[in-house]
């Protein structure tokens, strides 16, 4: 019948629906949904009961595209969505970001620094307002290039390499140093090290403060004590193992992240060795092991809210001034501090 609005075409529900639905224009419904004053409150509570009517929801992504905008999404770069640690640094920073409207988007690089080029480029691609990463290797060259094209980036437990880009650190070195020295301060002579691949910038730094705190104390660091590489509790397990075996082997062990600190304590029961452990991260049930141990802790939610709140002024910045290259200027460096925690046998 002439002038009966028809019913909306098959699939999602569009503007021009609502429109027909509310007997109006499709520029009218737009501005009742965005409560522009110009229309008359009747005429936009028959578009709204039109929109629930027909479950319209708008295309936000189009909307801010077409006012410039951006996306509304930023994407978070991590190496190992395995580990609670990216959890909490998540967390953190989707509490900053959502408030200001912008939505998280989490990829998981595996330590690979070609998927993580690739992932980056999609992000790009995808045109995100801005990006998180925590760089597996580096070779940061798909990073600078993001910043170079106007993506504001800032790096989150690592800082940048050949660029120039805030970012937000842990004191690795000093929380090493601080538990090996702890465990030196019980008379352990002896100090095995677990540690992830030596391209990650947290290992090497916790590696060096390890080494420091044993010649500190005149102790020479045995590079039969010192094994790298272990990303996952099990691969960590069978180098403490192996620690373990040796004819003279150590009597406590640092290990330089959570995943090697359980994978250590998995060896240290199994060979029901008395040997203390310490470690870099706290996680859940650390107090109920049973064993002596000491953490190295810090707030890693506190890590995911201070990326947000750099990412968010350079957002900002760039939206104000339009510079493509405002991401870099007057990079800025925040260390989050850390402290020991003991847990007892």
Known sequence: MPGTPREPRSGRPTLRDVAEK????????????????????ATRDRVRAAAA????????????????RGTGLVGLVVTNLANPFYSRLALGLDSVLGPDGLKTVIGNTGQDPEAERELVADLVGRRVDGIVAVPAGDDQGHLAA???????????????????????LVDDYGGARAATA????????RIGFLGSPPAVYTGTERLRGYRAALSAASLCPDARHIRQGQTQPHEAERAAAG?????????ALFCSNNRNTIGAFRAVRAARADVALAGFDDFELADALGLPLTLVTYDSDELGRTAG??????IRERGT???????????RRAVLATELVEYGG
């Open 22 to 41: 509310a007997e109006v224009s499709a520029m009218t419904a737009s501005r009742a949904l965005r409560d522009d004053p110009r229309v008359l409150p």
């Open 53 to 68: 009517a027909l479950g319209y929801r708008p295309n936000e992504l189009a909307r801010r595209l077409r006012l410039g």
């Open 146 to 168: 993001a910043a170079a094209d106007g993506v504001p980036v800032v790096l989150a437990s690592r800082p940048p390499r050949g660029f120039a880009a805030d970012c937000v």
């Open 182 to 189: 702890r465990l030196i301060a019980r008379g352990h002579r």
């Open 243 to 251: 620690l373990l075996a040796l004819p003279d082997p150590p009597t």
């Open 309 to 314: 709140r750099l990412l968010l002024d350079r």
């Open 321 to 331: 001034a339009g510079d493509a290259g405002a991401a870099g200027a007057g990079a």
